[in-house]
């Protein structure tokens, strides 16, 4: 059956076939947005049965007639043979199908009918293709052709079997902190990949993380990608919010026209954090009230919602998420480091668990506060520590000061040896 949730589609064909007036088809839209507004939602379809006008009968072959019809175009591909339907969005319509010159599955990408006058979205379409074309990493999903059919557009690239990680989100999971830090280490090195030939994605999100049946992430969908010395298509763009909002970055919100790399580590961080807590990093009534949080409203440390993950994951997702660009990882190398390090449950080198100074000085007064100090598998633990008076706590504020101090030094010898290597 065809998505019957294209209700404006159907109900021209239904127009179209004489089943019904456009008075009568009008009278159920005018009804149903009544409905709607008291609360009440009910289908365009469901109204038209109700109200005698059609019968289930009638609008399963519409739906079969309407299948059919966005099937057709498709098998007009040359070379493709169409084997079935695998989605549908507002931006396009995915099939599954086989490459019968190489006698292998693929996925193709058609854009709908309704975009494909529009130049701008059909320019998006070709520029996905040619960016993906020109990536090639086992952790991105594979462009192979790009092009037009009996007046169609279409994309086709490598089939992922498997599901995505909005998907597992979806239903309910929360990945444990192992998990989630290789699926983020293997979508990294597809950033890195992407981000060393001049290409920021600029929506990275659990719904563009695909997991095959082994566990392989890749990352899909560069309709949004833009080469970095693309600066015409910067300044056009120029004050437009382009991305997700529940993990878009800040300088994307603001409309920035040098959006970097970093951006792109902004939306890991979201995606992360996401992953490890079940939740998204801002919520909100809408996508502007979301969007307003990224920028103004300080992150709820990851670990303070899942209290299982370490110090050291929620350092690193905070560093990822840093409002300010020049706060976060410099680039993804230096995030592989950490993330390899934090995998092996070693200290991590550029994200760092903050000295809280509101802690000491609250030491030095003798009362109890909770710290954290460094365990031999890498990850932090909490201990409650007092001073017996002031005098002591004074002491003992200088003596955590000074280790606090030889931590940072230590940190530093160790960045300078491995950039020696």
């Not at 939602?41 to 019968?55: D, W």
């Not at 990949?193 to 969908?221: Q, S, Y």
Request: neutral net charge.
């Amino acid at each position: 059956m065809a998505d019957i949730t294209d209700e404006s589609t159907f109900g021209r064909l239904i127009v179209d076939r004489k089943l019904a007036t456009p008075e009568e088809l009008h009278a159920c839209q005018q009804q149903q947005k009544e409905l709607e507004s008291e609360g009440k939602r009910i289908s365009l379809l469901e109204l038209m049965i109700k109200n005698g006008y059609l019968t289930r009968s009638q609008i399963q072959r519409l739906g079969q007639d309407m299948e059919d019809s966005m099937y057709r175009p498709v098998q007009q591909i040359p070379g493709y043979q169409i084997l079935g339907k695998l989605g549908s969005g507002a931006m396009a319509r995915v099939f599954k199908a086989k490459q019968l010159s190489l006698d292998r599955i693929v996925a193709i990408k058609v854009l709908p009918r309704k975009l494909k006058e529009n130049p701008e979205f059909v320019d998006r379409f070709y520029r996905e293709g040619r960016a993906a074309a020109k990536l090639n990493h086992n952790n991105i999903v594979q462009a192979i052709d790009v092009g037009e059919a009996g007046g169609y557009h279409y994309f086709v690239m490598e089939y992922v079997e498997g599901c995505t990680v909005y998907d597992e989100l979806a239903n309910g999971k929360v990945y444990s902190e192992s998990e989630a830090i290789e699926i983020i280490r293997q979508i990294t090195e597809a950033l890195v990949h992407a981000h060393e030939r001049g290409f920021i994605h600029r929506d990275v999100k659990p719904k563009n993380i695909m997991l095959t049946k082994d566990r392989v992430a890749k990352l899909a969908d560069m309709g949004l990608a833009r080469e970095t010395t693309d600066l015409q298509a910067a300044l056009q763009e120029a004050g437009r919010a382009y991305g997700t909002p529940y993990y878009i970055s800040p300088e994307q919100i603001r409309g920035e026209v040098d959006i970097d790399h970093r951006a792109d580590l902004y939306s890991l961080g979201a995606t992360f954090y996401h992953m490890v807590t079940g939740r998204v990093p801002f919520e909100g009534p809408t996508p502007s009230a979301v969007m307003h949080k990224h920028l103004k409203e300080p992150l709820t440390p990851p670990d303070h919602i899942n209290t299982a993950l370490s110090s050291g994951c929620g350092a690193m997702i905070e560093m990822l998420m840093a409002k300010d660009r020049e706060q976060r990882y410099p680039s993804g190398r230096e995030l592989l480091v950490d993330l390899e390090r934090l995998a092996r449950h070693e200290p991590l080198v550029y994200a760092q668990p903050h000295v809280d100074a509101h802690a000491l000085e609250t030491l030095s007064r003798g009362q109890v506060v909770t710290l954290e100090s460094p365990r031999s598998d890498g990850r932090y633990r909490r201990r409650a520590a007092t001073s017996a008076a002031a005098g002591a706590g004074s002491t003992l504020t200088i003596v955590l000061a000074t280790v606090a101090g030889l931590s940072v030094l230590l940190n530093l010898i160790l960045l300078i040896l491995l950039a020696t290597r």
